[in-house]
């Protein structure tokens, strides 16, 4: 692993985007070089933008659009490894994660949601990576306690359901506050969170030889038997499918019945078909995780006598079968057939001004993920053309005064016809075309989308 002494980045960034534009202006041999040096540009100015709006005052999407950066930074980092502007850029990453661990401290958990802590568990296991490769461990294992002690900690006692009560499926995570003034909703983001937190931290564990980790893997286990148990209830769509090899998972599961738990319609406000782009990426990498671990849970089930029908191999065919679903779902649904532009699926519930400025982060999120190497071998589906087609979008409309992205990159035009895709695939669809970020404060929605447009430019050094 490569390790390099830290400093104290000064943010000099027009040395080095005068040097991004040497090295384009002096040309290359092949059409590939100017384009990596091209893109080697666009992700110097997108991150200058970002070290100018990251530092807001929003619990949840500070996590989320630093996770943003840490993955981008990453990709930079094993594209361009030897590079002056992107060791730089590491050094100012490392400063500004200092700064965040004053900034989650500053906070009264109890006001908090079970979500948030999701985000930045995440988050901080990133940022032990990158610490990690700095060669900084005691930043590192201060990210590693915040991500496990403090934040995986809280979801499993205070928001999993211990309770065998539930109907049609018991347990799961609940989308409540950690006062506890309200149980909150078993919705997709929440859930999907603590699985992928519970994977990544075994995951974790097994490379850097941490003992007394079962409880990890045994987490993802229950939320994995969660999501397929809901899965196999086909009535109630929660995976709901589009073709006979396409679905996309929704916003909740609900049933309809009486003595059901899950009927909650509010936090947030609930509308039929409601499907978020951001809950796709994660979903695939959870299960990716899950296959991958398959022998490590198979020896875990069995010394622990929890279930004598396990087979591996079927359980291998069962997620493989469910991220090919995933995986052509997004294909199908969230890609624009007119200009092959990534999307966010046309539901009022994450447009609309009650909570359009927490789901507008979606694209960026599920761009993360299905990007990663292993995500994207498991789907099987070839992402280059609509992750260049989105980069292309999000950095034509950008403001070429300081290079900040916009929450909306696509035309009316073809907005239009991709609601009428999505309306003859998905049978609902509302009327959407913009973001109502009225009541965002501005500083928040700068940072957020900037970091969409990480997200997306990170996708898009991955893909090279």
Same mark, same amino acid.
């Given at each position: 692993m490569k390790r390099r002494k830290f400093v104290k980045a000064t943010g000099s960034y027009s040395i080095l985007l005068a040097a991004a534009g040497a090295l384009t202006a002096c040309g290359a041999s092949t059409n590939g070089k100017d384009e990596d040096k091209e893109l080697l540009e666009q992700s110097i100015k997108a991150f200058k933008r970002f070290s100018e709006v990251w530092d807001f005052q929003d619990f949840w999407k500070r996590g989320n659009t630093f996770d943003a950066c840490l993955v981008f930074v990453s990709a930079m980092v094993q594209?361009?490894?030897?590079?002056?502007?992107?060791?730089?850029?590491?050094?100012?990453?490392?400063n500004m994660l200092e700064e965040n661990l004053s900034f989650?401290?500053?906070?009264?958990?109890?006001?908090?949601?079970?979500?948030d802590f999701g985000w930045w568990g995440l988050m901080g296991l990133n940022a032990r990576k990158h610490l990690l490769n700095m060669g900084d461990k005691e930043l590192a294992d201060k990210y590693l306690k915040l991500s496990v002690d403090l934040c995986w900690e809280y979801k499993k006692k205070t928001a999993y359901d211990h309770s065998e009560t539930g109907n049609p499926v018991p347990h799961g995570c609940r989308n409540g506050d950690a006062n506890g003034d309200s149980k909150g909703v078993k919705n997709t983001v929440t859930n999907v969170l603590l699985f992928l937190l519970s994977s990544r931290i075994y995951r974790l564990t097994l490379t850097e030889g941490m003992e007394d980790n079962d409880k990890y893997l045994e987490m993802a286990y229950k939320q994995w038997k969660w999501f397929d148990q809901w899965f196999k209830l086909k009535e109630y769509e929660y995976l709901k499918e589009i073709s006979a090899s396409a679905a996309m998972v929704q916003e909740r599961p609900m049933a309809f019945f009486e003595g059901s738990?899950?009927?909650?319609?509010?936090?947030? &406000?609930?509308?039929?078909?409601?499907?978020?782009? $951001?809950?796709?990426?994660? +979903?695939?990498?959870?299960?990716?995780?899950?296959?991958?671990?398959?022998?490590h849970l198979g020896s875990y089930i069995g010394r622990n006598r929890l279930d004598p029908e396990f087979n591996e191999m079927d359980f291998r065919a069962r997620i493989n079968s469910i991220i090919q679903k995933l995986g052509n779902g997004v294909k199908k649904a969230l890609v624009g057939n007119s200009d092959h532009i990534i999307r966010e699926a046309p539901c009022?519930?994450?447009?609309? &001004?009650?909570?359009?400025?927490?789901?507008?982060? $979606?694209?960026?999120?599920? +761009?993360?993920?299905i990007s990663a190497d292993e995500e994207?071998?498991?789907?099987?589906?070839?992402w280059n053309l609509p992750i260049q087609k989105t980069l292309e979008a999000v950095w034509n409309t950008r403001d070429i005064s300081n290079n900040q992205f916009s929450a909306e990159f696509t035309t009316v035009d073809a907005d239009k016809k991709y609601i009428e895709q999505f309306r003859e695939l998905w049978g609902l669809a509302d009327n959407v075309h913009t973001w109502d970020l009225d009541k965002m404060q501005e500083k928040n929605r700068l940072g957020v989308c900037q970091a969409i447009g990480l997200d997306i430019l990170g996708a898009a050094i991955k893909m090279k």
């Open positions: 594209r361009w490894p030897d590079n002056d502007e992107v060791n730089v850029i590491q050094d100012q990453v490392r989650f401290a500053s906070y009264d958990p109890g006001t908090l949601w079970a979500d738990d899950y009927q909650e319609k509010i936090h947030p &406000p609930w509308a039929e078909g409601w499907v978020w782009s $951001g809950d796709q990426g994660m +979903l695939i990498a959870a299960l990716t995780d899950m296959y991958g671990l398959s022998s009022l519930s994450s447009f609309g &001004p009650q909570h359009g400025n927490d789901y507008v982060a $979606g694209r960026g999120i599920l +761009l993360r993920y994207r071998k498991m789907t099987g589906i070839d």
